[in-house]
């Protein structure tokens, strides 16, 4: 990487921080608001009722906050898996760091153990603080990953293999995560998480991505090798 591109893509990379760690502190100051008025005590299972139009309001910020990310990741490159691995960071910073605002607002979560009810769409889910914080580790690092890629000025493409592993862990991870219908939905103490989906679906993310990683060098020496090819039959003494 030139030193040129090294410094603007480090950053751009800042500001995409930035604003991850911005939308982690104005969701984490909303649910300041919302523990105040539903949980004084302190927020625990089983949750409790909130109308229906609060809710409704709620799963519209969710998907505005998705929106957001969005729209931020496709301002900031050109290239689709760019835009995707720009998207990643944002999410995975702006999850971390609505819990490092909430610890630093309410004290919460006591332990990276605690349950917390981490996303409405389409059904709660509900799990402890430290599965979204692995996924985010993740998806951060992946991201920073992919985009690095391309400020170098090479490419990153997707396998067949590597979406069967995408497909395969985002549904384990989400079953993980909805599969405990009562606690979400009927005011019942969550059942034991199973924490040997999170470590599945993490380890079949990270082969997909590493798959997917590999066969992306593997195109880059191939079209290597094939333009040198060329320049030595342009060159060649034994053209007329």
């Not at 921080?17 to 608001?33: D, H, K, R, T």
């Not at 990310?69 to 900031?76: M, T």
């Not at 599969?179 to 019942?188: K, P, W």
Request: net charge neutral; aromatic share 18%; glycine share 6%.
């Amino acid at each position: 990487m030139e030193q040129k591109s090294y410094r603007s893509f480090y950053r751009k990379l800042a500001w995409i921080f930035l604003f991850g760690i911005s939308m982690g502190y104005f969701e984490a100051s909303i649910v300041v608001y919302l523990r105040e008025l539903y949980y004084p005590e302190g927020f625990s299972f089983p949750l409790k009722l909130i109308p229906y139009e609060l809710i409704m309001v709620e799963l519209g910020r969710e998907f505005f906050s998705l929106v957001m990310i969005a729209s931020v990741a496709a301002l900031s490159a050109r290239k689709l898996w760019e835009r995707f691995a720009f998207f990643i960071i944002i999410f995975g910073v702006w999850d971390i760091f609505y819990y490092i605002w909430l610890k630093l607002t309410l004290d919460w979560p006591s332990s990276i153990f605690d349950w917390d009810v981490l996303f409405l769409i389409p059904l709660p889910w509900i799990g402890p603080v430290i599965a979204p914080v692995l996924i985010a580790v993740l998806m951060i690092v992946v991201g920073i990953m992919i985009s690095r890629r391309f400020a170098c000025g090479e490419t990153f493409t997707s396998t067949k293999t590597s979406w069967v592993f995408a497909v395969m862990a985002t549904g384990i991870i989400l079953y993980s995560f909805m599969r405990d219908i009562d606690a979400g939905l009927h005011q019942a103490i969550p059942k034991e998480y199973a924490y040997w989906m999170l470590l599945t679906g993490l380890g079949l993310y990270s082969a997909g991505f590493v798959h997917a990683y590999w066969k992306s060098d593997d195109r880059k020496k191939k079209n290597s090798n094939s333009d040198t090819t060329e320049n030595h039959l342009t060159h060649s003494p034994f053209q007329p």
